[in-house]
């Protein structure tokens, strides 16, 4: 470590200095191309119109949603995506978990103001709290109803109310055939397992105009189970090799709900890549010792089904960038908030880079993994340098620039290349930094600026 500590130091000497060479010779070229006008003003200014359709209005029910800061909890996940669904306008605050090592205690305001139990999801609706995700559904379901509640039946409500009561059978934090390390234990377990599929393929044909629970229309009970089948898909998928929406696996109505959840607003706008579920992201090697105990991740030892490498689905990339659009000017607003932030951290996440894993659980007496001293403050010139990528970026997506004027801004493919700001696809969670469309086309434009014609070099 003491090594690792020397070389680091060595290294950000290095790299001060070139970045002072490469700023300087950006802002040459960026004059060269008529681009020394960029700035987080101009980004701001494009992108505001994404940001203005979300804000609330005068006369808007005060909403507050309260949820994990790392969009993993299933049960947030269902209440984030009802609030979407029926088009909310709402503020979020976000509540650390306290899930990982480096992260923050959770917020003594929370613990003293909304939960004391320090449980998420919560609601704050005009002065009251709501807890518990169901509660708070029955409640947005009452006080936002959509034009087709009159027309609900005794019969569809008492449909609704079973299938609600039912969704946490299905929560992948309690299901012992993915979390199973036994092989004697296996057969028994899949077949347990399936026999729940089968239990819910048949409960979403109960109306045949499907593809949700109660037709054609998304419910209460829908919003119950997203949080859960979702995961559920992508941790079967990954962990036992089961794809529950290709056709041979057999379940084409769940297929069905998977593919309609994804299409309707609420999907969309809360949708988790599945390179970032959680169980799938701790799965890696050196985060797997430091993954919650919920997750049922031996340090050690693979699941049952498990790939041998890790090798999770590869974050999505839009086919063709569409500068200006509704999801790629949802990812230059996000990165135009949380501008100073981000740099922080991109410098963070590259000295944190030969940081070796942690080798035991995180609950264990050893809690934080080993880590490098990060310096008392960053140096200016490494901050100006990843914000002048980073505004690039944020430029190309709100289609003030082209991809080739983006990295000429930047210094050239090389020095851009080089930076934090190239990574970032890897790093972006969904939903939690931005929307998967959002993020799709943030890697977008990040491929289409290292591969633009190399003037700026």
């Known amino acids: 470590l003491k090594l690792a500590q020397?070389?680091?130091?060595?290294?950000?000497?290095?790299?001060?200095?070139?970045?002072?060479?490469?700023?300087a010779r950006s802002v040459a070229v960026a004059a060269s191309h008529g681009l020394a006008g960029l700035s987080w003003d101009s980004v701001a200014a494009a992108s505001s119109t994404w940001n203005a359709a979300r804000q609330p209005r005068p006369g808007d029910v005060p909403l507050v949603l309260y949820r994990d800061a790392n969009a993993w909890c299933p049960f947030c996940h269902r209440v984030f995506f009802f609030m979407e669904q029926k088009r909310l306008r709402y503020a979020t605050e976000r509540v650390h978990l306290g899930g990982d090592p480096r992260e923050p205690p959770?917020?003594?305001?929370?613990?003293?103001?909304?939960?004391?139990?320090?449980?998420?999801?919560?609601?704050?609706?005009?002065?009251?709290?709501?807890l518990e995700s169901l509660d708070i559904l029955r409640v947005l379901d009452r006080e936002f109803p959509d034009e087709h509640a009159a027309a609900k039946t005794?019969?569809?409500a008492a449909l609704e109310e079973q299938m609600v009561r039912s969704s946490g059978a299905f929560d992948t934090d309690c299901d012992e055939w993915l979390h199973?390390?036994?092989?004697?234990?296996?057969?028994?377990?899949?077949?347990?397992?399936?026999?729940?599929?089968?239990?819910?393929?048949?409960?979403?044909?109960?109306?045949?105009?499907?593809?949700?629970?109660?037709?054609?229309?998304?419910?209460?009970?829908?919003?119950?189970?997203?949080?859960?089948?979702?995961?559920?898909?992508?941790?079967?998928?990954?962990?036992?090799?089961?794809?529950?929406r290709e056709p041979s696996a057999g379940y084409p109505r769940l297929a069905a709900w998977l593919a309609a959840i994804d299409a309707?607003?609420?999907?969309?706008?809360?949708?988790?890549?599945?390179?970032?579920?959680?169980?799938?992201?701790?799965?890696?090697?050196?985060?797997?010792?430091?993954?919650?105990?919920?997750?049922?991740?031996?340090?050690?030892?693979?699941?049952?089904?498990?790939?041998?490498?890790?090798?999770?689905?590869?974050?999505?990339?839009?086919?063709?960038?569409?500068?200006?659009?509704?999801?790629?000017?949802?990812?230059?607003?996000?990165?135009?908030?949380?501008?100073?932030?981000?740099?922080?951290?991109?410098?963070?996440?590259?000295?944190?880079?030969g940081v070796p894993p942690p080798q035991q659980h995180w609950k264990s007496v050893s809690r934080r993994a080993p880590e490098l001293q990060p310096p008392a403050s960053e140096a200016p010139v490494d901050l100006d340098r990843v914000d002048r990528h980073l505004l690039a970026l944020a430029s190309v997506l709100a289609g003030v620039c082209t991809?080739?004027?983006?990295?000429?801004?930047?210094?050239?493919?090389?020095?851009?290349?080089?930076?934090?700001?190239?990574?970032?696809?890897?790093?972006?969670?969904t939903p939690r930094d931005m929307t998967a469309a959002a993020a799709s086309e943030l890697r977008a434009a990040v491929r289409d600026m290292l591969s633009a014609p190399n003037d700026g070099t």
């Open 106 to 130: 959770k917020q003594k305001s929370y613990l003293r103001d909304v939960a004391p139990r320090g449980n998420v999801p919560a609601l704050r609706i005009r002065d009251e709290i709501v």
């Open 180 to 244: 199973n390390t036994d092989a004697h234990e296996e057969s028994a377990l899949r077949s347990q397992a399936l026999q729940k599929l089968q239990w819910l393929e048949e409960a979403l044909g109960a109306r045949p105009a499907g593809p949700f629970f109660l037709g054609e229309r998304v419910t209460l009970a829908d919003a119950a189970f997203v949080g859960f089948l979702t995961r559920l898909h992508t941790n079967y998928a990954y962990f036992k090799a089961l794809d529950v």
């Open 264 to 353: 309707t607003p609420g999907g969309a706008a809360t949708k988790q890549d599945a390179f970032y579920e959680q169980r799938v992201y701790q799965a890696h090697p050196s985060r797997r010792a430091a993954a919650e105990p919920c997750m049922s991740l031996h340090p050690k030892r693979l699941c049952i089904g498990e790939p041998s490498h890790y090798s999770p689905p590869p974050p999505p990339v839009s086919d063709m960038l569409a500068a200006g659009g509704e999801a790629a000017l949802e990812a230059a607003w996000r990165l135009c908030d949380r501008r100073r932030v981000l740099v922080s951290f991109l410098l963070r996440k590259r000295r944190e880079a």
């Open 403 to 429: 991809p080739a004027e983006g990295v000429a801004y930047a210094g050239g493919v090389a020095a851009f290349c080089g930076g934090e700001v190239a990574g970032l696809g890897d790093l972006v969670g």
């Open 154 to 156: 005794p019969e569809d």
């Open 6 to 23: 020397c070389l680091y130091a060595v290294g950000c000497a290095a790299a001060r200095m070139a970045s002072a060479i490469g700023s």
